[in-house]
């Protein structure tokens, strides 16, 4: 984009992709970066919206959806982001902001029961209920993004997208969220986009994976079908690039 004036050149970040994701399972997302991981993510979640082609949630085309309309799709729908050191308002307590999705969709009647339903995700996602008083720079990195799950469950989704969640994590720390993720799928039926560029993580935790390069689709499957003896070309390059193969 130039200074002045409009655009100078389009980058086509999606082309041609289409895939379902089933209820109750992981569906994963794999491909270097800048494969498109994120923006097919953000416009699954209709952050982003799309120049051509449609979203379905439920039989409902998303696209065609009044903003009203739309309102209680989005509760259904949530996404946690990379980062957790940008995903939090860091002038906000952790209550509070685990209390602001629920107070704008008047969830749980009462202002006590939310407060009551806060201190359950908090304790859910292994963390104390008096951590509610604290701020966001009090807290690790693993632990900030345990309270980005809280915040997202607040408002007890069906499909959670997860953005390369564990990838500014350490290893170990890593291992635990991804176990908190099972354990929460289990407890709360949830359904998983899980989106990653660890072909490992991919393989541990999901039932399904499509795989991009440059915007498109390379492969879609189960994983331990496309990387055990990869027929693609592609994804036979990322998977002799896992260190350790």
């Known amino acids: 984009r130039h200074f002045f004036g409009g655009a100078s050149r389009w980058v086509e970040a999606l082309r ?4 379902e994701v089933y209820p109750g399972e992981i569906f994963g997302i794999a491909g270097e ?3 498109g991981k994120t923006t097919l993510g953000r416009v699954a979640g209709r952050l982003l ?8 949630y ?8 009044a903003v009203k309309d739309f309102r209680p799709i989005r509760r259904e729908i949530q996404m ?4 957790p050191y940008s995903s939090l308002n860091p002038r906000m307590r952790i209550g509070e902001a685990l209390l602001e999705p629920m107070r ?3 969830l749980h009647g009462t202002e006590r029961r939310r407060r009551d339903m806060a201190a359950e995700l908090l304790e859910k996602v292994g963390l104390a209920a008096d951590h509610a008083q604290r701020l966001p720079h009090e807290f690790s990195g693993g632990q900030r993004q345990r309270i980005c799950l809280a915040r997202a469950l607040a408002l007890q989704p069906k499909l959670l997208i997860c953005d390369e969640i564990v990838s500014a994590l350490d290893v170990s720390v890593q291992a635990n969220i991804l176990n908190l ?3 929460l799928q289990r407890d709360f039926g949830l359904t998983y986009l899980f989106i990653s560029h660890d072909l490992s993580v991919i393989r541990q935790m999901c039932d399904r994976v499509l795989v991009m390069q440059q915007g498109r689709v390379e492969a879609l499957g189960h994983p331990e079908v496309l990387f055990e003896k990869p027929e693609n070309a592609y994804v036979r390059a990322l998977v002799d690039a896992v260190p350790g193969r």
């Open 33 to 35: 970066s800048g494969c």
């Open 104 to 106: 704008e969709y008047q």
């Open 181 to 183: 993720l099972l354990d």
């Open 80 to 83: 946690v982001f990379q980062d």
């Open 16 to 19: 041609d992709v289409s895939f």
């Open 49 to 56: 919206s799309p120049d051509t082609g449609s979203v379905w």
């Open 58 to 65: 439920r039989r409902l085309n998303l696209d065609h959806l």
